[in-house]
Each structure stands twice: as structure tokens, then as C-alpha cells.
């Protein structure tokens, strides 16, 4: 009998030591760590680093696009509207607290996009653009999306740095090569050799407003169309008529 009254409470305080234990060791457990990505932006649910685009009041698309990543810094950022642009409307192109912007906010002619011209020296990193745009009325609204530039990328183009002509074919509905790196001054040609009729077009799908020289007529086969670039950056492209899959970029050096 006096065994048994011992032995009850010896069991209850290794119970309570225990529980005591346990408690303190899940208090102590470290919290997890959380991950970013290189460019120091913490990750989104989905894993990515982009935010969800903000579009203003009669937007319609930008160059670059939206959670794009690029080989070379744009050579301008283009954004495109269905409504007549007023003065007072600008873009931003930030990128950890600065503006990489150079000279001013300029409206196009026609009123219907707006450009600002991207320092070539911009590193590598995540870049959101933020703009205001402006209506003859007087109402402003603001917009913002991003995007990504990483030069490592540069190393999967097709160099053909160093030469006065290259040429492009347009064949089974692609571009050939399709990413093309090559040296201020040179001429890039682009053939069809296809029976399809192609074009090509600058970005964005269907304002084509990012390099307003690089827009050919429709290209039959046969065809040949050409651009000589003088400006150092990346020049992303497409074919109107195969816009979902037939595109394509020059980086120029």
C-alpha cells in the first residue's frame, strides 16, 4: 500500500517534466527563413518577383511587357492607350530607389503612346515602371508594371557582332536565328521563305510602337525587308499574322 502512494507521485512529476519539455523545445525552434531572389525582391505566392500590373484608364499594352526578362536595357519604354494623351503625363523606370529614365516623357504624334528613353548603362535587376497619363480634361491616372534585365542571357544569342550585313530568314513559321546579337551600324535583313506572308513588327501586338522603324509592309514569299540599327540595346519583335508564336530580338552592341 505505502509502494503504491509512493509511486503515483513520482509518475505525475515525470508527466508534468515532460510536457514542461516538450513545451520549451517548440518555443525555441528557429522560424524559417524566408527566400529572395539576387535582385533583393521577396518572392511572390507563386514564386515569381513581379507585381501584379497596375493598368490606368484606357490602357492598352507597354514595351516591355509585363514579367518579360531581357538580354540588354530597352532602348525606350512605351506604353499604349485608345484615348488621347495630354501634357503632364510621365513615366518613371525605377529600379532600387532610381530613375533610369533619361531626357523626358515624350507623347507620339498620333497622342496614342508615350515613350521615355532607358539609360544604356541600367544594370541588371528588377525594373518597375511607373507612369501617370493625362487626358485633355485634366484627370490623370496612374499605372505601373515590370520587368526584368539580366545580360547573362546575351550569351544565348546568335553573335554576329563585327559584321556590316546579316540576314534573317523567315522559315516554317519562325524566325531564323530567332535572337541575334549584333554590332551598332549593322544591317539586318529579313527574308521570307516561306509561301505564308509574314511581317515583321515591333513590339507591343498590334500597336507596334516600340521601334517605329522596324514595322515592314506584308512580306510575300520571296520578299526582303531590312533595318540598319545605330542604337545600342535590345529591339524584341514579332510577325503580325503569327504574333503568338513567331518572335523574335536583335540586341545591338
Known amino acids: 500500500m505505502n509502494n503504491k502512494v509512493v509511486i503515483f507521485p513520482i509518475v505525475a512529476v515525470i508527466v508534468v517534466g515532460g510536457i514542461i519539455f516538450f513545451a520549451s523545445q517548440k518555443k525555441e525552434s528557429p522560424a524559417p527563413v524566408s527566400q529572395t531572389l539576387p535582385t533583393s525582391e521577396p518572392q511572390k505566392e507563386d514564386g515569381s518577383i513581379f507585381a501584379v ?44 530607389q532610381k530613375d533610369y529614365g533619361v531626357e523626358g516623357t515624350i507623347i507620339d504624334e498620333g497622342k496614342l503612346a508615350m515613350r521615355r528613353k532607358m539609360d544604356t548603362a541600367s544594370p ?5 515602371v511607373n507612369y501617370k497619363a493625362c487626358w485633355a480634361d485634366g484627370s490623370c491616372h496612374d499605372g505601373s508594371f515590370q520587368f526584368v534585365i539580366d545580360k547573362k542571357l546575351a550569351q544565348e544569342f546568335v553573335d554576329m557582332t563585327g559584321k556590316k550585313e546579316v540576314t534573317i530568314d523567315l522559315k516554317d513559321i519562325t524566325f531564323n536565328p530567332k535572337s541575334v546579337k549584333i554590332s551598332k551600324g549593322t544591317k539586318v535583313a529579313w527574308v521570307n521563305q516561306d509561301s505564308v506572308e509574314h511581317t515583321v513588327n515591333t513590339d507591343s501586338h498590334p ?17 526582303k525587308y531590312s533595318v540598319t540599327f ?22 545591338v552592341e
Open 230 to 251: 545605330t542604337e545600342a540595346g535590345i529591339y524584341p519583335y514579332h510577325c503580325t499574322p503569327h504574333a503568338d508564336s513567331m518572335k523574335g530580338a536583335v540586341l
Open 124 to 128: 541588371d535587376g528588377l525594373y518597375t
Open 53 to 96: 500590373p497596375k493598368k490606368s484608364a484606357h490602357y492598352e499594352s507597354n514595351t516591355p511587357k509585363h514579367g518579360s526578362t531581357l538580354a540588354g536595357v530597352p532602348v525606350n519604354v512605351v506604353i499604349d492607350f485608345n484615348f488621347d494623351l495630354a501634357s503632364g503625363s510621365t513615366i518613371q523606370i525605377m529600379n532600387n
Open 207 to 223: 500597336a507596334h510602337t516600340y521601334y517605329l522603324t522596324q514595322n515592314s509592309r506584308t512580306l510575300k514569299k520571296g520578299d
